[in-house]
């Protein structure tokens, strides 16, 4: 596909050179191409990954009991200062995004409608843009501004990609929108994830880590991390009947793992350890402590399960006070 501004001179030229022809003589429009997005979080590559998060948006941002909850967390000057970066792209509007962290870079992907000249002239007006190609509808360009540059690619007008350090992921990505990638699996249809992301395919809003976790990480929910293959958790909407009209999320923490005939002992000790994070200052202060509906586990010799109801108001303006607020203000609450 070629650029906006490029289709619009063309387009003069041919209305110019097409007034004296009959319709019949134009040639017949190029297809548009197609891609593979749905869904997004399948272009993240699993090689190298160390951490996934996959949300779908628009559909948080348009539950009305849970909006103005999210709103705290995603306020409106932080989604124009995205926009003002990114292309007026409204993150809200994304019907589908994926972030994934690896060793050295940073992936993150959008299925939301784009401009691909816009897109491209907001990262201009920020530094240099550099390399720029299309190929196949996809529009390719390095931005060479700050300390890291960024490379980007938009999948003609459905969606974008930006890859921040070592160059590798966003290519892959690049392959898997154009079905390259016939023997390769994404993360989430490769092990360790795949199970877990069968386990919470319905939340809107899902996080994953895969194994082997060492280091500080191993002793993590009670040492359970030192011995489980992934991480998982996923969030999603629900109503509260315990306290009508509060803004209700249901929770789900996964740890995999072989734990054979250990899972029911390795269930006690993940509930124990949500307990120690649920009353230490970051728990309190997101009201992790104070539940709608009190935590549940369940185990089975691959999986250990913990399902909390919690209120999203108090998450995320908890969220927002630990990440935004200053010492005063949150000790003033």
């Given at each position: 596909m070629i650029p906006r501004r490029d289709?619009?001179?063309?387009?003069?030229?041919?209305?110019?050179?097409?007034?004296?022809?009959?319709?019949?003589?134009?040639?017949?429009?190029?297809?548009?191409?197609?891609?593979?997005?749905?869904?997004?979080?399948?272009?993240?590559?699993?090689?190298?990954?160390?951490?996934?998060?996959?949300?779908?948006?628009?559909?948080?941002?348009?539950?009305?009991?849970?909006?103005?909850?999210?709103?705290?967390?995603?306020?409106?000057?932080?989604?124009?200062?995205?926009?003002?970066?990114?292309?007026?792209?409204?993150?809200?509007?994304?019907?589908?995004?994926?972030?994934?962290?690896?060793?050295?870079?940073?992936?993150?992907?959008?299925?939301?409608?784009?401009?691909?000249?816009?897109?491209?002239?907001?990262?201009?007006?920020?530094?240099?843009?550099?390399?720029?190609?299309?190929?196949?509808?996809?529009?390719?360009?390095?931005?060479?501004?700050?300390?890291?540059?960024?490379?980007?690619?938009?999948?003609?007008?459905?969606?974008?990609?930006?890859?921040?350090?070592?160059?590798?992921?966003?290519?892959?990505?690049?392959?898997?929108?154009?079905?390259?990638?016939?023997?390769?699996?994404?993360?989430?249809?490769?092990?360790?994830?795949?199970?877990?992301?069968?386990?919470?395919?319905?939340?809107?809003?899902?996080?994953?880590a895969p194994g082997p976790f060492e280091?500080?990480?191993?002793?993590?929910?009670?040492?359970?991390?030192?011995?489980?293959?992934?991480?998982?958790?996923?969030?999603?909407?629900?109503?509260?009947?315990?306290?009508?009209?509060?803004?209700?999320?249901?929770?789900?923490?996964?740890?995999?793992?072989?734990?054979?005939?250990?899972?029911?002992?390795?269930?006690?000790?993940?509930?124990?350890?949500?307990?120690?994070?649920?009353?230490?200052?970051?728990?309190?202060?997101?009201?992790?402590?104070?539940?709608?509906?009190?935590?549940?586990?369940?185990?089975?010799?691959?999986?250990?399960?913990?399902?909390?109801?919690?209120?999203?108001?108090?998450?995320?303006?908890?969220?927002?006070?630990?990440?935004?607020?200053?010492?005063?203000?949150?000790?003033?609450?």
């Amino acid at each position: 596909m070629i650029p906006r501004r490029d289709a619009l001179a063309l387009l003069g030229g041919l209305v110019a050179s097409a007034c004296g022809a009959s319709r019949r003589d134009l040639p017949a429009a190029a297809p548009e191409p197609t891609f593979a997005l749905d869904p997004v979080v399948d272009l993240v590559p699993a090689a190298g990954l160390v951490w996934l998060v996959d949300a779908r948006p628009r559909e948080l941002f348009e539950n009305a009991a849970i909006a103005p909850a999210m709103a705290t967390i995603v306020p409106d000057e932080r989604v124009r200062a995205i926009a003002r970066l990114y292309g007026a792209v409204d993150v809200r509007r994304a019907g589908q995004i994926a972030v994934a962290g690896f060793a050295d870079s940073f992936l993150g992907i959008a299925r939301v409608p784009v401009e691909p000249a816009a897109v491209e002239a907001a990262f201009a007006a920020g530094g240099d843009v550099a390399e720029r190609e299309v190929e196949h509808g996809v529009t390719r360009f390095r931005a060479t501004a700050g300390a890291r540059p960024k490379r980007v690619a938009v999948f003609g007008r459905d969606g974008a990609a930006i890859e921040q350090g070592r160059p590798g992921p966003l290519q892959a990505a690049i392959y898997f929108a154009e079905g390259k990638l016939k023997r390769a699996l994404p993360a989430l249809r490769a092990d360790p994830l795949a199970a877990a992301s069968s386990r919470i395919a319905d939340a809107p809003l899902r996080a994953f880590a895969p194994g082997p976790f060492e280091g500080e990480l191993a002793r993590g929910l009670g040492g359970l991390l030192g011995a489980a293959t992934a991480l998982a958790a996923g969030m999603r909407p629900v109503e509260a009947k315990a306290r009508p009209g509060t803004a209700a999320v249901a929770v789900t923490l996964l740890l995999l793992g072989a734990w054979g005939a250990d899972a029911p002992a390795a269930e006690e000790r993940l509930g124990a350890a949500f307990h120690l994070l649920s009353e230490d200052p970051l728990g309190r202060l997101t009201g992790v402590n104070r539940p709608i509906d009190a935590p549940r586990t369940a185990s089975d010799p691959g999986a250990l399960r913990l399902d909390v109801v919690l209120d999203l108001a108090s998450l995320t303006r908890g969220l927002r006070d630990a990440t935004d607020a200053t010492v005063a203000e949150i000790m003033g609450s």
